[in-house]
C-alpha cells in the first residue's frame, strides 16, 4: 500500500514538473500569438462612375487610390491589417464603403474649388482638413473618432509640403453610418498648384504613409490601459 502511494505521488509530481516546464516554454508565443489584431479599413474616395475630374484631367479618384495603396502597404508592414473598400477603379456605394468593418474606418480624399474661382484665390486655397460627423450612432463612436481626428491632425501636421488646415465637422454619410470610429481626410486642394504638385509626385507618398501609421499608433496608445 505504502509502495503504491509512493508511485502515486511520485507520478503527480512529474506530471506537475511536466506541466509547469510546458506552460512556462510552450505557452510563451501561444500568447504572443493571441494579441489581437489591429483592423484598419482604408476607403480611397469615389471610384467608376463616381468622379471628381478637373478640367486639367487630374481625377481625385486616381489619385487617393494610389496614396492608399502606398498607405496599406506600410501599415501592413508595421504589423496593422488593413481592409480596402476598393483596390481598383470601380464604384462603391457609400452605405457599401460604410459598412466594412475594422477597429478604424480611414476615408481618402482630396478637395477642390471650382476652376471658375481665379487662379489668385485658388492659389491661397490649400492644405488638409480631416473631418469627424456628429452624428455617430453612439456617444462612445464620436468620442473615439474625434480622438482619431486629433491624431492624425498632429501627425500629417508635421509632413513638408502640404499645410494642416485642421479637424472640421459635417455630416458625411460615409462616417455617420459607419460602426467604426471614423474620419475622413481631405489630402489637399487639387485646384491648387502646390497641392496637386505634392499629392500627384509618389515620392511624397512615404512620408504621407509613415505620418498615417505614427497617428494610428498614437490613437492607439490612448486606449492601451
Ligand atoms: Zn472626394
Known amino acids: 500500500m505504502c509502495y503504491f502511494m509512493k508511485n502515486v505521488v511520485c507520478l503527480a509530481f512529474t506530471y506537475l514538473l511536466y506541466f509547469s516546464f510546458h ?8 500568447t504572443e500569438n493571441k494579441l489581437p489584431v489591429f483592423r484598419i479599413v482604408l476607403d480611397p474616395g469615389h471610384g467608376g462612375k463616381d468622379s471628381v475630374t478637373r478640367s486639367d484631367g487630374y481625377q481625385e479618384k486616381h489619385i ?4 492608399a495603396m502606398e498607405v496599406r502597404n506600410y501599415l501592413e508592414e508595421s504589423g496593422f491589417e488593413v481592409i480596402m473598400t476598393r483596390e481598383t477603379d470601380e464604384f462603391i456605394s457609400l452605405p457599401a464603403r460604410a459598412a466594412f468593418k475594422g477597429d478604424i474606418f480611414i476615408s481618402l480624399h482630396t478637395n477642390t474649388v471650382a476652376d471658375t474661382i481665379g487662379e489668385s484665390v485658388r492659389s491661397m486655397i490649400k492644405g488638409m482638413e480631416i473631418y469627424t460627423d456628429k452624428s455617430m450612432e453612439t456617444v462612445e463612436l464620436l468620442n473615439r473618432s474625434k480622438v482619431l481626428a486629433s491624431a492624425f491632425r498632429i501627425h500629417l501636421a508635421g509632413l513638408q509640403g502640404v499645410k494642416m ?8 454619410a460615409v462616417l455617420n453610418k459607419n460602426q467604426s470610429p471614423a474620419i475622413l ?12 504638385a505634392y499629392l500627384t509626385n509618389p515620392d511624397n507618398y512615404k ?16 486606449f492601451t490601459p
Open 165 to 172: 488646415r485642421g479637424v472640421r465637422q459635417k455630416p458625411l
Open 207 to 222: 512620408e504621407i504613409a509613415k505620418a498615417i501609421v505614427n497617428a494610428v499608433k498614437a490613437y492607439q496608445l490612448e
Open 64 to 67: 487617393v487610390l494610389g496614396i
Open 185 to 196: 481626410i481631405e489630402l489637399g486642394f487639387i485646384s491648387n498648384k502646390d497641392d496637386l
Open 23 to 30: 506552460s512556462a516554454f510552450s505557452q510563451a508565443p501561444l
